[in-house]
Antibody, heavy 119, light 106 residues
Framework: EVQLVESGGGLVQPGGSLRLSCAAS????????MNWVRQAPGKGLEWVSY????????YDADSVRGRFTISRDNAKNSLYLQMNSLRDEDTAVYYC????????????WGQGTLVTVSS | DIQMTQSPSTLSASVGDRVTITCRAS??????LAWYQQKPGKAPKLLID???SLESGVPSRFSGSGSGTEFTLTISSLQPDDFATYYC????????FGQGTKVEVK
């Protein structure tokens, strides 16, 4: 059974940093592209970042480019999101999501981890 | 960047109704479009891939159509479990979600 479990969320002050993790199991992690998607309270979904299976290619949304860095460790079946220079508007539930195949839609999602940016 | 616009934002319907949600892309995305269902407090669930391909296990009352810039998600006979928020997503260039359509009880 495919499982994605996020961790690392919490309360952080504006300008601070946080690192999210996503532990994957039930599939060959090293062969799938992975993503981070966020959802602000009461709002819609926003794609944040993508990383290819080999880490060769990464993409970021304009809203986080230069502040967030996506990475992965295939040996540990883990996906990461390093978030720096956090702003109030980064407050959201952050989901990790697996690409269905290639750079496509998302067939499996984690349960999400809440990041709150507030002083 | 490709923008995705869904309509309506909210839809009030009754069990048994036929429901249609529209998604428009700011430029052609061929059929690189997905539909998701999300219930409160839960992660989204992929319903339809490549504009019209139903995911395994998704009831056949759900269907998708369209290509280019205009797409629709149709629920042929709304069931109690279908009250939720629905999102379209393009994956022609990076990824973009529509703003969502909440299907609520009339």
């Amino acid at each position: 059974e495919v499982q994605l479990v996020e961790s690392g969320g919490g309360l952080v002050q504006p300008g601070g940093s946080l690192r999210l993790s996503c532990a994957a199991s039930g599939f060959t992690f090293s062969t799938y592209g992975m993503n981070w998607v966020r959802q602000a309270p009461g709002k819609g979904l926003e794609w944040v970042s993508y990383i290819s299976s080999s880490s060769r290619t990464t993409y970021d949304a304009d809203s986080v480019r230069g502040r967030f860095t996506i990475s992965r460790d295939n040996a540990k079946n883990s996906l990461y999101l390093q978030m720096n220079s956090l702003r109030d508007e980064d407050t959201a539930v952050y989901y990790c999501a697996r690409d269905k195949g290639g750079e496509t839609d998302f067939d499996y999602w984690g349960q999400g981890t809440l990041v709150t940016v507030s002083s | 960047d490709i923008q995705m616009t869904q309509s309506p934002s909210t839809l009030s319907a009754s069990v048994g109704d036929r429901v249609t949600i529209t998604c428009r892309a700011s430029q052609s995305i061929s059929t690189w479009l997905a539909w998701y269902q999300q219930k409160p407090g839960k992660a989204p669930k992929l319903l339809i891939d490549k504009a019209s391909s139903l995911e395994s296990g998704v009831p056949s009352r759900f269907s998708g159509s369209g290509s280019g810039t205009e797409f629709t998600l149709t629920i042929s006979s709304l069931q109690p479990d279908d009250f939720a928020t629905y999102y379209c997503q393009q994956y022609n260039s990076y990824r973009t979600f529509g703003q969502g359509t909440k299907v609520e009880v009339k």
